[in-house]
Every structure is written in C-alpha cells, then in structure tokens.
C-alpha cells in the first residue's frame, strides 16, 4: 500500500540520452526556452492568420451593366412581408444600377452564384436577408442624396465589410 503502482511496461531510456535532455528523469526537463519559443510561433500564427484574413477580405464589387433594368426584381407580393422587404424590393426597383455595381455580403455569390447586390432581389433572397435589405436600402439612399457610385460602396464596405 501506498505509493504508485509500478509501471507494466517501464520505459527504459539511454543514459546518452538523458544526459542530452539535462535530467536523470526520463520525461527529460523543459527548457527555459521552450515557453518563449511557443509563445513565438502561436504571434506568428496569429499574425499570418490576421494578414490572410484582410487579403481574403477584399471585396471587389462588380462593374454594374450599362444596360440593366428592374425589370427581373420581383414585384411587390405576400411573400414580400418581412419587415424592411418592401422598402428593399422598392430600392431595388428605384436604382437598379447602383444595386447592379455593389457586392453582397452575404456571400451570396459563393452560395446562389449572383452576380451583384440587384441579383439578391430577383427572387425571394432579399426578402429573408437582412444584410441584403440594408445594403440596398442604404444604396437607395444615399443615391437619391446625389452620390456616386463609388461613395455607395464605400459607405456599404465601412457598414457590412468585415
């Protein structure tokens, strides 16, 4: 009784190698280094990690077609009764330009393959996306307040943009 029980299978370790880790342990001895050179590689990964994720994080929204119209933003409707939807189907009908020269940042690109911020209002998307709906109605407004393009995107990039 008393005392731990013996190992089963002892781990027998060269006295060459005990006398290179520093300690007659077999588990060896730390290091006073080890602790800073952890610290180092997991800034580095956090650096790489933050400077991968800003390169990722440019956006580059679509040149908007010289010849689009509202005609495919779907009409008012039921299903359109989500607060915020008509007024966002509305933006999209009024400047279908603007909203044809922004990016979505829903992502919806990468997961319905539309092509601009007007396309997330050719079907029912934009009615169940409230970052669909506040991109196109901040775009409605700051377009009919006389602002070009490019202060539209800016605008949207500072408000969704990551």
């Keep these: 009784m008393g005392g731990a029980a013996p190992h089963l299978y002892p781990v027998q370790v060269h006295p060459a190698v005990l006398r290179r880790r520093g300690a007659r342990d077999p588990r060896g001895a730390v290091t006073p280094r080890l602790p800073w050179i952890i610290a180092g590689l997991a800034g580095a990964a956090v650096a790489g990690l933050l400077v991968t994720k800003r390169a990722g994080g440019l956006v ?17 409707s039921p299903v359109l009764h989500t607060p915020g939807a008509a007024e966002a189907y509305a933006a999209a009908r009024s400047a279908p330009q603007v909203l044809d020269g922004v990016h979505c940042y829903c992502e919806c690109a990468k997961h319905f393959g539309h092509r601009s911020l007007l396309t997330c209002f050719e079907s029912d998307h934009g009615s169940r996306c409230d970052i669909c709906m506040g991109e196109a109605t901040l775009a409605m407004k700051l377009a009919s307040q006389g602002s070009s393009l490019d202060v539209v995107r800016r605008a949207i990039d500072q408000r969704f943009g990551p």
């Design 60 to 76: 580059v929204h679509p040149e908007p077609r010289p010849d689009v119209t509202a005609e495919r933003v779907l009409p008012p």
